[in-house]
């Protein structure tokens, strides 16, 4: 279609309007950018909060259900993803908010074998979600943990895998872009929670994934004099920053578990699951201000590290995300709340 200076110019002044009068997803009866199926491990590290209160807080992303997937036992016992339920549960009180969607405890263990698996409530909603016939909004697979509850969802319906797309914060980094963070070469920790269901979504599924890696999601840094800050004036950023205090301590209690040092920012890993799924460009959605490659998805061996898979269907795997919008766009929200919730 040709578009004319005047007929550009006049629907580019309308489209700014709407933004500064109320957003994009309901000015002027906009649909939203995206459906968002936000999947993550919220009875552990906070950054998952962090990144539930900023996605619920994005007009532009419809959020249809929220699941919270298991732990490894030695870290948050063995009903995780219950605990993670209600914590999630909890955040949404605290933010007061009008509509909240449903919050599904997922399975508790990782998937026992390729042969001896059954669905979980969570996996089936997934399902139900990603064959709806009415959403016309491209739905994506937000998970910032294991990848459980979508492995089950496709083993159990196939189908899913050509109606929506993965957006995973986790796996190693890629050889040829990035080294691992100093220490010991360990599995990446999303992975690590449930190698079978991984492998299952990158060796077995259709699903296109946008990845990102582990030197990819540590980019995403907060400073924590700011948080401080925010939490001072803001109810909602101190019920997170207890959060992140409660861990601190919980870790300290693990028999074995190194004391880290000081350190005067948080890691926002998370995050970038608003960027991708939220943060886009109004004409051609996409998360233009973040560099990805594609490439074939490559194979996933049992430790993690990739299999050359030339043959593989194309996958996003993303070298940096917009840090700078990520943070800005989130303090912008949360003060937004206001000093009280």
């Known amino acids: 279609m040709h578009l004319n200076r005047r007929v550009f ?3 580019t002044g309308a489209f700014l309007a709407a933004v500064a009068s109320g957003g994009l997803a309901t000015a002027a009866g906009k649909r939203a950018i995206a459906r968002v199926i936000i999947d993550n491990d919220f009875a552990g590290d906070p950054d ?4 539930l209160a900023h996605h619920l807080l994005s007009p532009s992303a ?3 259900l929220v699941v919270s997937s298991h732990l490894p036992v030695k870290f948050g016992g063995p009903a995780s993803a219950t605990a993670g339920a209600a914590k999630a549960q909890e955040l949404m009180e605290v ?3 009008a509509q909240r969607p449903p919050i599904l405890a997922g399975a508790e263990l990782p998937i026992a074998s390729r042969s001896d698996w059954k669905p979980s409530p ?3 909603a997934i399902v139900r979600e990603a064959m709806r016939e009415d959403a016309d909004e491209p739905l994506f697979y937000a ?6 509850e979508l492995a089950l969802a496709w083993l159990a319906e196939p ?3 050509r109606r929506l797309k993965l957006v995973w914060i986790g796996g190693r ?3 040829g872009f990035a080294y691992p963070p100093p220490g010991p070469d360990e599995a990446e920790f999303n992975f690590s929670v449930d190698t079978l269901a991984a492998r299952i979504v990158f060796n077995e599924s259709d699903i296109e994934i946008w990845q990102v890696p582990r030197d990819v999601y540590r980019q995403v840094l907060f400073s924590l004099a700011e948080l401080n800050e925010l939490a001072a004036v803001s109810p909602l950023v101190g019920h997170l920053k207890r959060e992140l205090d409660n861990m601190a301590d919980a870790l300290a209690k693990i028999p074995g578990f190194p004391t880290p040092p000081s350190s005067e920012v948080y890691v926002l890993g998370d995050s970038p699951l608003v960027t991708l799924t939220a943060l886009m460009t109004p004409i051609q959605p996409d998360p233009a201000s973040s560099r990805y490659i594609l490439k074939p998805t490559p194979r996933l061996a049992v430790d993690g590290h990739y299999e050359e898979n030339p043959g593989g269907r194309p996958m996003r795997v993303y070298r940096t995300v917009d840090s700078t919008l990520t943070i800005r766009d989130m303090v912008a929200k949360f003060k937004a709340m206001g000093p009280t919730v």
């Open 9 to 11: 110019i006049g629907s």
């Open 48 to 51: 998952g909060l962090f990144q």
């Open 62 to 64: 419809t959020i249809p």
């Open 95 to 97: 933010m007061n908010l």
């Open 122 to 124: 969570a996996s089936a």
């Open 143 to 148: 998970a910032g943990a294991s990848l459980t």
């Open 159 to 161: 189908k899913i895998g």
């Open 173 to 175: 980094e890629h050889p």
